[in-house]
Structures are given as structure tokens and as C-alpha cells.
């Protein structure tokens, strides 16, 4: 990979984090709600503040996160500040802030979406190259079968029917919550296993609808590939079936996977946010839910922000694996 | 012998099939799409008849007893706030597929006028359209639309803004799709022709190209509803769609914020996650299926 594609590569995601820091500046004052004066009107409405007081209290807020300066002015600061990490203090858990409420939360929704992530793409494509591999086992060749009837159900729909059926039915997992009511988080093995337990059901949920697009994907890419001439030729050399699934067929069809994984980070993050509300596991998911039922803006826009940086830069990462896979691009 | 003396006695012969038996015809060999439009056409029917025979109101809270399981009063239950859910899930499948509809309906619409524009005019104005999608795509569009949404009044949050916010960001994929088929297109014969006999502009865009594309401007409009019933899910489980509407995100929504399955109220989250995953269901299969029919050559090649 040469230096000019490297540049490109960086430009563009530069690009795209300035697009979304534009966007989520712009749009909320474009809006006629002031998020300080709702938050002293709520005040006023179960304290007792007097309505000047009031007024002297918001100008003073204005003044201090810098909202009476020109917008310019307000925007470059603001960049500036998106450079460093810095998205303000939270509203409703105010002496945080809000890249603090953000470091509480990520672990958990990190943890979650590595794994599932991993299992959903390594299940998938090993299932959609079972399933076009003509000397593969009947039986084995149709496991694919149920995954792709399930692809396109929405991950919190898929949640729901988890829930009822093994949850609420079958009452074989936890209903929801990231560990048991009434444990205290420690380094226990004891308490690790209920912190597993309680994972699965949403795992589950976000891992159950997308193993079929990789189904789907792998197995187009595995017809095609049955064809070609080196294929053939490998059969005719001799070489074991397992050395052809594995160094000749598996291998040329993962860099479009790989692309695919990188065009659907997006989708399988929004769909984690969502999934762990549900469930209502602490991650930023539901850190965003609640900033978004207490009105707290500076906390809904930087979660915003971050996982639309966080999901720009995995796909450059990506874009700096491909070498790795293909040969082809490293020499180019 | 001219060409045209062996035509005339042959059609004369063979009677051509009226639309409607073509039509039928067609769906027998398409059954994904058959089937698509089979579970659409219940869920209409579900819904039409539910918005004549059903009173609107008792989808509301305190229109009816509490915490009701499905009975012969109440086929579907009623929830926590005293809503009918059979009135609520009529009222809310109506209101989910309105927002698909118009979301998706203005996302099309603005993809198809800026896709001609980028394929047909080209140089710059192809350049700036088609890296202003490049850049928008990678941005997590439900993000956006939290921000939107968010920063709206809880108040102001009708069903009509929600379609609106959903249509803002649904436009680039459209736009994409038929900025490429138009590029294909614009090179045929059949475009050449009418360029060199001197047909404007506007004239080949209307007459020769777009009627083309009709299949596959089809195929955009039912993905883009498919997307916008989707993001309005996702919004609306959020705890950003319209409250007070029983809209089948908000139901879930709802039900999850007072502990449905903790509390055994099982039929209350069930109820709208079924009627979804039919809507979802349904728009994926009539999308398939006109694929199917926009793109001949991929047909049946598994």
C-alpha cells in the first residue's frame, strides 16, 4: 500500500468525522429548544426560584459554556474541543463529565459486540463456505438453512422472542440486567458466571439475524469462485480437499467479506445500542437512553459523536487489514 | 415477402393474454414476491377493516380495563395505561406503514432527481453529489436521526415529523442505485438515437430512460420503506417517537419501560414484535422479488 492511498484513506475519515461533528453542532441549533432554560425551568417548577433569578442564572450558564459569543466563534472552539475528547459535562450527572459517563460504559458494549461480532462473521462464512463446498455433507450443508430464513429480523424483535420464549416460557435465562439484583461486582468466579449468564440472551439476539448475511454473502462468493480455472487445477494437482477448502476457497472469499464487515459496522453498532436497552445491560446503549429521557443534550451528542468516530475509524483499520489478506494490494 | 406480411396472420392466431392473467401468471413463477404481497395484503386488510369497525380512541390510555390478558373481550389484551391492544395494534400498523410510506415515498422521490441529475448532467455537479453520499454513508444515519429527533420538542413529535426526520438521511442509497443504472443506460442505442433526432433533454430523461427504470425505481421505493419502518423502530424504541401515538415502536417501547416480562404481561411487547417482523418480512421478499424482475439475468442462479 502506497503513501497516496494511505493519505486518501486518512483525509476521507477526517472527512467523515468532520461531516458528523458538523451535523450534530449545526442541527440542535437550528432547534428552537434551549437545553438550559428547560433545565432551569424544570428547577423553577419544584424549587423555589423567582423568575428574575432565573433569568440572570441562564445568562450566566450561556456565558460560561461560551453560547453568547458568534457562532463562528462557538464552532471553531467546538472542533477544537471534539480534537481533544472533550464533549462538556453531563446535564444530569453534572460534575461528570461526558467523556467520563462515555469510559463508564464502553466496556460493557465493547465486550458485547467483539464477541458477537466475531461469532456471527466466523459462524457465517464458515457456514456459507460449508454450503456452497459441493463434496460437503448433506446435513451439514443445510445448517445454513434456518440462519438465512432469519436474516432481516430486527436484533430487538429477535430479543423480544428470545426473552419470551426462553426467558419468560422456558424461564432458562435471566429476564434482564447485567448481573443478578442483589450482587455486588467482584472478581469471583461465582460472579462472572452470573455476569455470563446474563449476556447471553442478548448475544443471542444480536447474533441469530445477522449470521444469514454472511451465509448469503459467502456462499454467492463460494459459487463463484468454484469455478475458476486455479480451483480446478488444484483438484487435478492432487492437493487434499481440506487443503483446497481451506487455502484456495475459503481464503479468495474473505476479502469481500472483510468489505462487508467493514460496510456493516455501522448497522451492527446501532443495533447493539438498541439491543442493550432492551436488555438493559449498562452500556452506552442505555446510557443513551437515559440521557435521552433526562434531556441531556451534551451526553446524547457525544455519545453520538463518539460511536460515529469509533465506527469510522474501525473501518479504516479495516481498510489497513486488506494487505494483509491480499497479496495483490500489498505489491500495488 | 416482407417481414411484416408473415407477422400479421401469426398475431392474428395467437390470442394475447389480458394484464391481469400476465400478472397472475408471473407471480406463479415469483413466489417470494407472490407470497410478499400476499402477507402485505392481509396486513391491509387487518388494518382497513380494523380503522372501520374499531373505535380509534380506546387505543389510548384509560379507554379500557388494565393489564388485561388476550381474552374474548379483549382477542389481544390490554396494557398498563388501559389500552385496548387490538384497537392499539390496528391504529399502530396503520401508522407504522404511513411513516414507511412517506419516509420512504420523499427518500425515492429525492434520489431519483438527484441521481438523474448526477448521471445525466455529469462533471462537477456528478462529482459533488456522489461524494456528499460517499461521506453521508458511512455516518451511522439512526445516530443523526437521534440528534434530529432529539433536539425536537417531545411535544412537536407527530407521526408526520417522525416520517420526516427517517426521510432526511434516506435518500443517499436511492440516489446511488439509480445514478448507476442511469450511467448504463445513458449509454444504449436506444438513447443515442433519440439524442441525435434531436430530442431535448428533459424528453429522453422522461420518455426514454426513466420508463426503464421503472422496475428498479420500484425495487429502491419498497428497500426505502423497508429502511424507514426500520430506523422508525429503532427511534421510537429509543423513547424518541411520538409518546402518545400507539405507533409499534412506541408499544415496545412502552412495555419494556414498565418491565413487561418481569411482571408477566407476555401479549404486551409480543403483540407489536409479530406485526413487525410480518411488515419487515413482507418488504424483504417484494424487494427480492422485484430484483428478480428488474434484473433478469440474476434470476434462480442458486
Request: charged residues 10%; positive net charge; hydrophobic residues 55%.
Amino acid at each position: 500500500m502506497n503513501t497516496k492511498i494511505i493519505v486518501q484513506r486518512l483525509a476521507f475519515f477526517a472527512l467523515v468525522v468532520w461531516a458528523a461533528s458538523t451535523i450534530v453542532f449545526f442541527v440542535p441549533r437550528l432547534s428552537p429548544r434551549n437545553a438550559i432554560r428547560e433545565r432551569f425551568g424544570e428547577l423553577a417548577r419544584t424549587g423555589g426560584f423567582s423568575p428574575g433569578d432565573i433569568e440572570k442564572l441562564i445568562a450566566s450558564m450561556q456565558q460560561q459554556f461560551g453560547l453568547d459569543k458568534p457562532i463562528w466563534e462557538q464552532y471553531w472552539q467546538y472542533l477544537g474541543n471534539i480534537l481533544r475528547m472533550d464533549f462538556g459535562y453531563s446535564l444530569s450527572r453534572y460534575p461528570m463529565t461526558v467523556t467520563e459517563v462515555i469510559m463508564q460504559s464502553v466496556p460493557w458494549t465493547i465486550g458485547l459486540l467483539l464477541v458477537t461480532t466475531v461469532l456471527s462473521f466466523v459462524i457465517g462464512t464458515l457456514l456459507g463456505a460449508v454450503a456452497a463446498w459441493p463434496k460437503a455433507p448433506a446435513w451439514l450443508r443445510s445448517i445454513a438453512t434456518p440462519f438465512i430464513l432469519l436474516t432481516g429480523v430486527p436484533p430487538i424483535i429477535m430479543g423480544i422472542l428470545l426473552l419470551f420464549f426462553v426467558g419468560f416460557r422456558m424461564k432458562l435465562l435471566p429476564l434482564g440486567g447485567a448481573y443478578s439484583v442483589g450482587l455486588v461486582p467482584n472478581w469471583s468466579w461465582a460472579f462472572f458466571a452470573d455476569l455470563m449468564v446474563h449476556q447471553i440472551l442478548p448475544a443471542l439476539s444480536l447474533i441469530l439475524g445477522s449470521v444469514g448475511t454472511w451465509v448469503l454473502s459467502m456462499r454467492g462468493m463460494g459459487i463463484t469462485i468454484q469455478g475458476e480455472d486455479y480451483v480446478n487445477f488444484a483438484e487435478h494437482k492432487g492437493l487434499s480437499p481440506g487443503r483446497i477448502f481451506r487455502d484456495y476457497y475459503v481464503r479468495n472469499a474473505l476479502l469481500p467479506q472483510v468489505t462487508g464487515l467493514a460496510l456493516a459496522i455501522g448497522t451492527v453498532v446501532t443495533s447493539a445500542v438498541v439491543v442493550e436497552q432492551l436488555f438493559g445491560l449498562p452500556g452506552i446503549g442505555t446510557a443513551l437512553n437515559l440521557a435521552i429521557r433526562a434531556n441531556d443534550f451534551p451526553v446524547i451528542y457525544g455519545i453520538v459523536l463518539f460511536i460515529t468516530i469509533a465506527i469510522a475509524l474501525l473501518m479504516l483499520l479495516l481498510e489497513f487489514i486488506y494487505p494483509v489478506l491480499d497479496p495483490r494490494i500489498r505489491t500495488n | 415477402m416482407t417481414l411484416a406480411s408473415i407477422q400479421t396472420p401469426m398475431a392474428q392466431e395467437i390470442k394475447q393474454p389480458t394484464a391481469p392473467v400476465l400478472v397472475l401468471r408471473y407471480l406463479r413463477r415469483n413466489k417470494g414476491l407472490a407470497f410478499g404481497l400476499a402477507i402485505l395484503l392481509a396486513l391491509t386488510l387487518f388494518t382497513v377493516i380494523g380503522l372501520i369497525t374499531i373505535d380509534p380512541k380506546k387505543a389510548y390510555p384509560l379507554s379500557a380495563a388494565f393489564k388485561q390478558p388476550p381474552s374474548l373481550k379483549y382477542p389481544f389484551g390490554t396494557d398498563f395505561f388501559g389500552r385496548d391492544l387490538l384497537a392499539a395494534m390496528v391504529l399502530g400498523t396503520w401508522q407504522t406503514a404511513f411513516i414507511g410510506l412517506l419516509a420512504g415515498g420523499i427518500g425515492t422521490l429525492v434520489g431519483i432527481i438527484l441521481g438523474f441529475t448526477s448521471a445525466y448532467f455529469g462533471g462537477w455537479v456528478d462529482s459533488a453529489i456522489r461524494t456528499i453520499c460517499q461521506i453521508l454513508t458511512p455516518v451511522p444515519v439512526l445516530l443523526i436521526q437521534v440528534v434530529v429527533a432529539g433536539s425536537l420538542d417531545k411535544r412537536d413529535v407527530t407521526i408526520v415529523t417522525m416520517a420526516m426526520i427517517v426521510a432526511m438521511l434516506a435518500w443517499m442509497g436511492p440516489t446511488l442505485v439509480i445514478r448507476s443504472q442511469v450511467l448504463t443506460m445513458k449509454e444504449r442505442q436506444f438513447v443515442a438515437v433519440a439524442k441525435l433526432s434531436g430530442v431535448s433533454d428533459m424528453g429522453i430523461i422522461m420518455k426514454e430512460i426513466l420508463p426503464n427504470l421503472l422496475p428498479f425505481i420500484a425495487a429502491a421505493f419498497v428497500a426505502q420503506v423497508f429502511m424507514a419502518v426500520f430506523a422508525s423502530l429503532y427511534l421510537a424504541v429509543l423513547g424518541l417517537g411520538p409518546l402518545r401515538e400507539p405507533l409499534l415502536g412506541n408499544i415496545i417501547w412502552s412495555a419494556q419501560s414498565q418491565g413487561a416480562f418481569f411482571n408477566g404481561w407476555w401479549w404486551w411487547p409480543l403483540e407489536p414484535a409479530f406485526a413487525m417482523i410480518l411488515i419487515l418480512g413482507a418488504l424483504a421478499l417484494v424487494n427480492m422479488g422485484l430484483d428478480e424482475l428488474a434484473n433478469p439475468r440474476v434470476r434462480r442462479t442458486e
